[in-house]
């Protein structure tokens, strides 16, 4: 990649700054089932593929823990990310420390209502051949966020904003240039966008754009051989309007995948689908998507177990505690050979994400 195609790539990320409250909402709600959540993937199941749970898993391991977030960020070598820093002189000694003082915050559950309005965004970015196409008003299609209503997901007012981005080479880096927010040029220290408006959609993060919790989320990543290409990702961030059927702000939510590589991170191709995740305080379950993605709604807090099951893999049971707020559960596939440790897993992630609410003892696990 040349200076200039880097200098175009990484010029391709904004923030769409709408005022929720100023946006239509639809007059009927989408049923998202009443014993099978159905709204956490596309009715096909395709959605959230890999590409776009990387963005989801990678969004919400950074919300458990920000000041791991930071160091993490700090220490990417991918050479996009690196040729961004390094182009618009990234402070990241500065970015570390703002990472490190912000609040951690719960897990968003995918939701295709959100997702629908965030894919015909994207194309209409990939039709128009632009970051920011003319939207809104007389004879104009609608803008980002104007989609979020029409498609069914009901908001409250200042709990709806959005990301929109161009060039991506892949989630991780796609999810760099939003959590990093670098920009907007590289004569102006310390080499990220004013207030981070990005990192505050990912974070979670409360601002002018939006004063409520980002409970809900929906990411399109629509690949495109366009000159906007080799992705285009747009993300609607939403808090629930929970006086509507069939909206919620509090979630089981996580990821069931196999660390093919190694490496420690969700990697697209390695989502595990068709399995079944349930509790045993509620008849509501859900089935993973393509990318191996789940969210089930939480109507009371309390104890818990989450049982995974089906799609060739052992079974697991991970005892949890669930509060005001969504709680993170991953299921790492345990190494063949390896079901032991593998379980132990499960429950190390769900002590982490459940902020240390989970039974240590692997004796509490199904194998």
């Given amino acids: 990649m040349t200076w200039r195609s880097r200098s175009r790539a990484v010029a391709g990320v904004f923030s769409i700054l709408v005022v929720a409250s100023a946006l239509p909402t639809r007059s009927t709600a989408e049923s998202c089932g009443s014993i099978e959540w159905v709204c956490h993937k596309t009715a096909d199941g395709l959605h959230p593929d890999g590409v776009e749970q990387a963005f989801v898993w990678l969004m919400n391991r950074a919300r458990q823990n920000p000041a791991a977030e930071g160091t993490f960020l700090a220490g990417l070598e991918d050479p996009f990310v690196v040729g ?212 089930i709604p939480v109507i009371a807090p309390g104890a818990m177990q989450v049982t995974f099951s089906g799609g060739g893999l052992p079974t697991a049971v991970v005892p949890v505690s669930v509060g005001a707020t969504s709680v993170l559960v991953d299921y790492l596939v345990p190494d063949p050979g390896a079901a032991s440790s593998g379980a132990i897993a499960v429950l190390a992630l769900a002590l982490l994400r459940s902020g240390g609410s989970a039974n240590p003892d692997p004796s509490a696990i199904d194998r």
């Fill in 84 to 295: 961004a820093e390094d182009f618009y002189g990234v402070d990241l000694g500065l970015m570390q420390d703002e990472f490190d003082v912000l609040a951690a915050k719960a897990p968003a559950a995918f939701d295709r209502r959100l997702y629908a309005a965030a894919v015909l965004h994207a194309a209409l970015m990939i039709d128009t051949n632009s970051l920011d196409p003319d939207c809104g008003g007389q004879g104009n299609p609608p803008c980002q966020l104007n989609r979020v209503g029409p498609a069914g997901f009901f908001f409250q007012a200042n709990g709806l904003r959005g990301n929109a981005l161009g060039f991506a080479p892949s989630a991780i880096a796609g999810h760099a240039a939003w959590n990093i927010d670098w920009g907007p040029i590289p004569s102006n220290p310390p080499g990220m966008q004013p207030g981070r408006p990005h990192r505050n959609g990912v974070m979670g993060t409360p601002d002018a754009i939006a004063t409520l919790d980002m409970t809900n989320v929906g990411l399109a990543a629509v690949p495109t051989a366009g000159e906007l290409g080799p992705l285009v990702v747009v993300a609607n961030h939403a808090n629930a309007n929970t006086v509507v059927p069939d909206h919620f702000d509090r979630f089981l939510v996580g990821t069931v995948w196999e660390d093919i590589d190694g490496d420690a991170l969700y990697d697209p191709g390695e989502g595990r689908s068709g399995v079944a995740v349930s509790t045993n305080v509620s008849t509501r379950f859900a089935v993973t998507s393509a990318g191996g993605g789940y969210a």
